[in-house]
C-alpha cells in the first residue's frame, strides 16, 4: 500500500506537450530572502505567514524559521520579525487590539519538515513532510498568540508524526 503524496507538483505543457514541472523545490543553499525570509539573531532566518485564506498582506498567524531552534529563540525571533517588519513593540497583540486584554498563553514551538515550492510566479508554497522525505528542510514553526488556533494549519506534535516539540 502506497501512502497518499502530501504535496502534488505542478505541472504545465511544453510546446511540444510533454509535461515538466511548473515548480521547483527550494534548497538551503539558496537565498531565504527570496521567499521573504529575513535574517535576525546573527544569521537565524524567520518569515511570518497570514492565516489561511487570509490577503497575503495580512498579520501573520504563523512564524516560520529555517532550522530546529529552541523555543526562548523561536519567540525572540518571532519578537524581532514583528519589531522590524511591522513596527509593533507588543508582538502579541495585533494593531487595534485592547492591550488590557488578556492574551492566550504564548503557543509552542514546533520542529518539523517540510518541502517549499517556488512557483514561476515567484510564489511560493510550505508542505509539512516526514524527515525522510526528499527535498525536506527543517523547520521550527510557531503560531502567533494573537492568532486563533483554527486558523492556523501547523502539525500538532500531540496528534500525528510530523512535528515535535521544540524545547
Known amino acids: ?43 537565524l532566518h524567520i518569515t511570518g505567514l497570514p492565516a489561511q485564506g487570509a490577503d497575503p498582506g495580512s498579520h501573520p498567524a504563523v512564524f516560520l524559521l529555517l532550522g530546529h531552534h529552541r523555543w526562548a529563540t523561536t519567540i525572540h525571533a518571532a519578537a524581532l520579525y514583528m519589531q522590524r517588519i511591522h513596527a509593533w513593540t507588543r508582538w502579541c497583540l495585533y494593531p487595534g487590539d ?48 494573537a492568532a486563533p488556533t483554527a486558523v492556523v494549519a501547523i502539525p500538532d506534535p500531540d496528534h500525528g508524526v510530523l512535528s515535535t516539540s521544540a524545547r
Open 98 to 145: 485592547d492591550h488590557d486584554e488578556t492574551i492566550p498563553r504564548i503557543p509552542r514551538a514546533i520542529h518539523a519538515h517540510a518541502t517549499i515550492h517556488c512557483r514561476p510566479d515567484d510564489t511560493w508554497r510550505l508542505a509539512w513532510a516526514r524527515p525522510e522525505e526528499p527535498g525536506v528542510v527543517p523547520i521550527t514553526a510557531m503560531r502567533h498568540p
Open 1 to 43: 500500500m502506497t501512502a497518499a503524496p502530501l504535496y502534488d507538483l505542478a505541472t504545465s505543457a511544453g510546446d511540444d506537450g510533454t509535461m515538466h514541472p511548473a515548480e521547483r523545490i527550494w534548497a538551503p543553499d539558496q537565498d531565504p530572502a527570496v521567499l521573504g525570509f529575513i535574517p535576525v539573531l546573527g544569521g
